[in-house]
T-cell receptor, first 108, second 115 residues
Framework: LAKTTQPISMDSYEGQEVNITCSHN???????ITWYQQFPSQGPRFIIQ???TKVTNEVASLFIPADRKSSTLSLPRVSLSDTAVYYC?????????FGKGTRLHILP | NAGVMQNPRHLVRRRGQEARLRCSPM?????VYWYRQLPEEGLKFMVY????????ESGMPKERFSAEFPKEGPSILRIQQVVRGDSAAYFC?????????????FGPGTRLTVT
C-alpha cells in the first residue's frame, strides 16, 4: 500500500474554499485515491474517490494531476460543521490503512 | 435503511475481565471489518470477516483477541483478560462486496475503557 503524507492540521474560516493536499509518491498503477471524513466521536465516512483528473460530487471535488503522485481534496464554502479529520488513502486492498489524517478546524 | 449498529457505545471493564463488542452490518451487507483507534491516532485495521469466515486477521493481536461473524446475528469482537492498553475506540464497518475501498460504511464505534 502506498504511503501518504498530508498536513497534520489546517485552519480556515467559514465560507472559504479549503484545499487539502496529499502526497503519494509511490502510488501503484492500479491504486485509487480515496478520502474519508471523521467527526469527533463518530466513525469515518466516505467522501470521494478518484483515479485520475477530476472527480466532483455533492460534497467535494478531488483533483489528481497526470503523474498521480499527489491529490487535492477541495471543500467549497466550508461551514463550522466541516470541522473534522480528513484521511487520504491510496490503494485497493480490502482493508483500509488510515494515517493520522488532517485535522481541519473551521473558525467563525 | 438503518446504518451499521454497534453496541454498547461505551463499555467499562476492569483489568482481567472480558469485553464483548457487537456489530450489526447494514442490511444486505455480508462483509464486516473491525478497526481500533487510539486517542489522536488513525484507525488500525484488525480483522475482515464474511459470514462464518475470517478472511484476513493480519491486524489482530496474537493473544486474547478473537472475532466471529456467525450465520445469524451480529459480528462479535471479543477481548479476553483486558489490559489498560486495550482502552480505545473500536469501529466496525460493513460493505456489500469484497472490494470495499469506497463502500465501507462505519458504525459509531464502541469506546472501551479499562480501569
Amino acid at each position: 500500500l502506498a504511503k501518504t503524507t498530508q498536513p497534520i492540521s489546517m485552519d480556515s474560516y467559514e465560507g472559504q474554499e479549503v484545499n487539502i493536499t496529499c502526497s503519494h509518491n509511490n502510488i501503484a498503477t492500479n491504486d485509487y485515491i480515496t478520502w474519508y471524513q471523521q467527526f469527533p466521536s463518530q466513525g469515518p465516512r466516505f467522501i470521494i474517490q478518484g483515479y485520475k483528473t477530476k472527480v466532483t460530487n455533492e460534497v467535494a471535488s478531488l483533483f489528481i494531476p497526470a503523474d498521480r503522485k499527489s491529490s487535492t481534496l477541495s471543500l467549497p464554502r466550508v461551514s463550522l460543521s466541516d470541522t473534522a479529520v480528513y484521511y487520504c488513502l491510496v490503494g485497493r486492498d480490502d482493508k483500509i490503512i488510515f494515517g493520522k489524517g488532517t485535522r481541519l478546524h473551521i473558525l467563525p | 435503511n438503518a446504518g451499521v449498529m454497534q453496541n454498547p457505545r461505551h463499555l467499562v471493564r476492569r483489568r482481567g475481565q472480558e469485553a464483548r463488542l457487537r456489530c450489526s452490518p447494514m442490511k444486505g451487507h455480508s462483509h464486516v471489518y473491525w478497526y481500533r483507534q487510539l486517542p489522536e491516532e488513525g484507525l488500525k485495521f484488525m480483522v475482515y470477516l464474511q459470514k462464518e469466515n475470517i478472511i484476513d486477521e493480519s491486524g489482530m493481536p496474537k493473544e486474547r483477541f478473537s472475532a466471529e461473524f456467525p450465520k445469524e446475528g451480529p459480528s462479535i469482537l471479543r477481548i479476553q483478560q483486558v489490559v489498560r492498553g486495550d482502552s480505545a475506540a473500536y469501529f466496525c464497518a460493513s460493505s456489500p462486496s469484497r472490494t470495499g475501498w469506497n463502500e465501507q460504511y462505519f458504525g459509531p464505534g464502541t469506546r472501551l475503557t479499562v480501569t
